[in-house]
């Protein structure tokens, strides 16, 4: 039954949603409403790779982290929230999402996330239709997600479009930067949509840079007689709508990031040519489940990558060597991996697992995992600095966003679950579709009146 | 499928006949070809028989671990004594090894009886997911009870090593999938290997035969426009169906059939109580209409697979003794599953209901002790404590009852099978993994050593073969 999900969704991610844990509104403690608290006696996790520290403590001013880490002034009057028992995070960061685009994945009415019929491709923008009341949102922001960039999905073209970076704050503003980065299919599913192969799939990515290029070097001429001639047009030739060309300019000219799905060793060499033959691109690979195999070539042209932790099937026979010691032998060689999520019921929420199961892999004999601190840098600072906000949020380091999520356990742990998040220092409800349900059905059993009045 | 053309008169000759119902079968399905076989016109209840044979293990003893025995127990400091292909006794340090055990220090180190998956597509819907795998959905009418799923495995699907060597899983039933009403027999495997199915087929297994509820039937058929198209399509297909199944089986008790029917005996064995329903339903309505279906046709329901709103009637699938076999915290992909929550498992667990946690999933499998784990961890949340061992028991003997195993396996008893796991840690936690798996008490996977690693036909000389996974 899922089959067909699957398949579509092994493009791309599809992010949704997260359990509610956590209490629900009882458990937002009070901070005043400037955005300035402290949380004390927690073990502080930064999210930049390093080891966790006990009994440390974050000190955030006007929704920014002042400081974290062992030896944090608190100034006297801040708030002070005990976490005594507690860890805090950084709020997670997914890089590739659907979230803000679907309500549920299979009622095709609520989903934005593809248009098989659209007629625009790089130029969609998927920040027009982000809708942060999507049930999803709630259930993410839960499971201790703050931040994420939000992808369309390839339908028509190579080109899937634009993708924004988001905050999942209630009530938020939602879109944080649209336009973040274009996403473009190189692989298996690039190969369907550019007519059967990925020969064409070559052809029309070249091409279609190569009209981005030539738009943005138009200049309005003698031949301009009126306003409306002053607009560049396509040639007769082109393949590329006017809005598509335009949309792939920041591309070409290295000021949007390119994000490519491609999956198996050789098409990743093929991409890292391709960045040498347009070395303003600024490319990231999406997938790469067999990046272990090229990761030496990776690292030295400093691609960063967005791969699934735990993908270990030759699912397609672009990924027969998939294995889970991908993303820890990338990383080992060097290059800048964060988890992805490539699998329709693989939802953000499970960040934390997938995570924590890298970390358990780094005891197997011949697999090659993550420490527990590159773990979390792995769904904190690295997908944040890759959707190129790591200077904004992603890490508990001074000056950044004050993204907070306090759990009562180690993250990465199955047993834990966040019970207090904040989004620029503002804390946030945990309330969603499945804790409402959770506190109806405590008790299965109809008394006095039925659920409907509870 | 040339493969059939090879085992057929494999089949032939450990099936038994029907008692007292010696019928004409039809002549043909490649028959002519064997002309030395005699063609007996028999009736054969059993034509493609289990050929699995335990490997060789050598007498083991797990000396100092902590053990879930599977039935909800746990023993600090156990020790576990497989010999022969069977646990042999299972206690606390005072259990004594006797000569000539291979003794594995358990120091810190946890103990499972193999898990178990009682809903997988591995086989049916393999790895690489091509078209030419795609042999899970006979999506050709909405009721075909005549598939058998083990027709449809392919005993070289890479999915079976990840999920022994990630997952501990050491038994499955592999369902035909959800596009049907009524999709066809399962299969019971060993989690082992082998040349054909037949040699991985879980020995005496009853068949289950896969039903399913809501969107999925009504979509593939009423996208056809042919009936069912609705939910009330589906009940009155399916309802139909009973009623010539029931008729069709009372002419076979009576000996009355004058032509066999492959998918009224599939039905008629559902009403004879030989062959488990196992009924994909996600709605809690849908499965309380479902379980008055069963009553009106006389047949029972042993799980509800997929059951992410069984919360909302744990009362009623207790009073009816049906499991619901469920994911840990899967939610809102579709429209029917907009209701599940991370609570599902333990609030039915609160109630008194049979909790399994299932995978449907080529990676779901490698993980069920996590997702156990999960759901466990929110039921915490809310005040309902469920201890490891009661955990445990969600991914073996609970599968292994509502799949008519649990005298075999399922837990660690004297006399049953020696499927277990040694895991580095405790199973529970998102750090653990599989150290040593045992099938019948033979060694099949060793973290510590590849040539106990196994590789499907399919990896060899692939790139990957071979690595860890």
């Known amino acids: 039954m899922k089959r067909a999900s699957l398949l579509l969704a092994a493009l791309l991610l599809a992010g949704t949603a997260l359990p509610a844990h956590a209490a629900d509104a009882a458990d937002t403690p009070a901070t005043s409403p400037s955005g300035d608290f402290a949380v004390t006696g927690a073990t502080i996790a930064i999210g930049d790779g390093s080891a966790p520290i006990s009994g440390g403590a974050v000190l955030v001013r006007g929704g920014k982290i002042v400081a974290a880490g062992s030896d944090v002034a608190i100034p006297a009057g801040i708030p002070v929230i005990d976490g005594t028992g507690k860890w805090v995070t950084p709020g997670l960061v997914t890089a590739m999402t659907d979230l803000g685009l679907v309500d549920v994945g299979a009622v095709d009415e609520s989903n934005d996330s593809y248009g098989g019929t659209a007629r625009f491709s790089a130029g969609l923008d998927v920040s027009l239709a982000i809708d942060n009341d999507a049930p999803p949102v709630a259930v993410s922001r839960a499971g201790g997600i703050t931040r994420a960039g939000v992808a369309p999905v390839a339908a028509n073209a190579i080109f899937a479009g634009q993708g924004a970076v988001i905050d999942l704050a209630q009530n938020g503003p939602g879109t944080v930067q649209p336009r973040a980065f274009q996403l473009v299919e190189l692989g298996e599913r690039g190969a369907d949509l550019a007519g059967g192969s990925r020969v064409a799939a070559q052809a029309l990515l070249r091409n279609a840079l190569r009209e981005a290029r030539e738009l943005s070097q138009h200049k309005p001429g ?7 001639a002053a607009e560049p047009a396509q040639p007769g030739d082109a393949l590329l709508t006017r809005v598509d060309a335009a949309a792939l300019i920041p591309v070409v000219a290295g000021k949007q990031p390119l994000f490519v799905h491609v999956e198996r060793a050789a098409d990743i060499r093929s991409l890292l040519a391709l960045g040498r033959e347009f070395p ?13 195999r090229v990761a030496n070539e990776i690292a030295a042209a400093k691609v960063p990558v967005l791969a699934s932790a735990l993908a270990d099937l030759p699912g397609t026979f672009e990924t027969l060597a998939a294995t889970q010691s991908n993303v820890g032998r990338m990383t080992a060689a060097g290059v800048k991996v964060a988890l992805g999520s490539f699998y329709d019921n693989d939802q953000p929420r499970y960040a934390p ?5 890298l970390v358990g892999l780094s005891r197997v004999p011949g697999a090659t995992g993550l420490s527990w601190g590159q773990a979390l840098a792995a769904i904190t600072s690295i997908p944040a600095d890759i959707l190129g906000q790591g200077a904004v949020f992603g ?10 999520v306090l759990w009562d356990g180690d993250p990465l742990e199955l047993s834990s679950a966040p019970v207090t998040i904040f989004i620029d220092g503002r804390p946030q409800s945990l309330v969603n579709h499945q804790s409402r349900l959770r506190q109806r059905y405590r008790h299965p059993g109809e008394e006095g009146l039925p659920k409907a009045y509870e | 499928m040339t493969r059939m053309g090879s085992f057929r008169t494999i089949g032939r000759t450990a099936a038994h006949v029907l008692a007292g119902l010696a019928l004409l079968a039809s002549p043909g399905a490649g028959m002519a070809e064997t002309k030395a076989v005699p063609t007996t016109p028999v009736w054969q209840e059993n034509p493609y028989p289990s050929t699995y044979k335990p490997y060789p293990g050598e007498p083991t003893a797990i000396v100092g671990a902590t053990v879930f025995d599977g039935t909800g127990g746990e023993i600090a400091g156990g020790t576990v004594l497989l010999k022969g292909g069977k646990v042999v006794a299972v206690g606390d340090a005072r259990l004594a090894v006797p000569d000539g055990y291979r003794r594995i220090d358990g120091t810190g180190k946890f103990v499972t009886p193999g898990v178990i998956d009682i809903h997988s597509h591995l086989g049916v819907y393999a790895s690489p997911g091509v078209q030419a795998h795609s042999d899970g959905n006979e999506a050709t009418s909405p009721t075909t009870p005549q598939v058998w799923a083990e027709h449809s495995v392919w005993p070289q699907d890479p999915g079976f090593s990840r999920a022994l060597t990630n997952g501990g899983v050491t038994s499955m039933q592999i369902l035909p999938g959800s596009a049907n009403l009524i999709g066809g027999r399962s299969v019971v495997l060993k989690n082992v290997y082998a040349r054909t199915v037949q040699a991985m087929k879980f020995p005496g297994a009853p068949y ?7 969107e999925n039937p009504k979509r593939v058929y009423g996208g056809r426009n042919t009936m069912p198209s609705t939910r009330m399509g589906n009940f009155a297909v399916d309802r139909q169906a009973w009623i010539k199944a029931a008729e069709y089986r009372k002419k076979r008790a009576e000996g009355k059939l004058t032509e066999r029917d492959l998918a009224m005996d599939t039905m008629a064995d559902v009403l004879d109580g030989k062959i488990l329903v196992q009924n994909h339903c996600y709605r809690a309505d849908e499965m309380a209409q479902v379980i008055d279906m069963a009553k009106e046709f006389g047949y029972k329901v042993t799980a509800f697979h997929h059951a992410v709103e069984a919360y909302k009637i744990a009362d009623l699938l207790r009073e009816n003794g049906i499991c619901a076999a469920i994911w840990a915290d899967w939610w809102g992909f ?13 609030l039915l667990a609160d109630a008194g209901a049979c909790v399994i946690i299932h995978s449907d999933d080529a990676n779901g499998i490698q993980r069920l002790n996590q997702e156990a784990a999960k759901a466990r961890a929110a039921g915490r949340r809310i005040g309902i404590d469920v201890s490891d061992g009661q955990v445990i028991r969600w991914i073996t003997l609970n599968p292994a009852k509502a799949l008519g195993i649990d ?8 006399g049953k099978m020696g499927d277990l796991v040694l ?18 008490g033979a060694l099949l996977f060793d973290l510590g050593d590849p040539k106990r690693r196994p590789v499907s036909d399919f990896e060899l000389g692939l790139p990957g073969e071979g690595d860890v996974k």
Do not use: H
């Open chain 1, 395 to 404: 890490s508990l380091k001074p000056g950044l966003a004050a993204d907070l």
């Open chain 2, 334 to 346: 579709k429209m029917e599953a907009f209701d599940g929550i991370p609570e599902n498992a333990a």
């Open chain 1, 280 to 292: 303003a691109l600024r490319l990231v690979i999406v997938g790469a489940g067999e990046g272990w």
């Open chain 1, 353 to 357: 697992q997938f995570a924590g199961n």
């Open chain 2, 423 to 440: 895991w580095n840690g405790n199973p529970l936690s998102v750090y653990s993994r599989p150290e040593k798996v045992w099938v019948d």
């Open chain 2, 208 to 214: 289950g035969m896969k039903m399913a509820c809501g």
């Open chain 1, 222 to 228: 003698k031949d301009s007689k009126n306003a409306a």
């Open chain 2, 407 to 414: 005298k075999q396996t399922g837990s660690l008893a004297p």
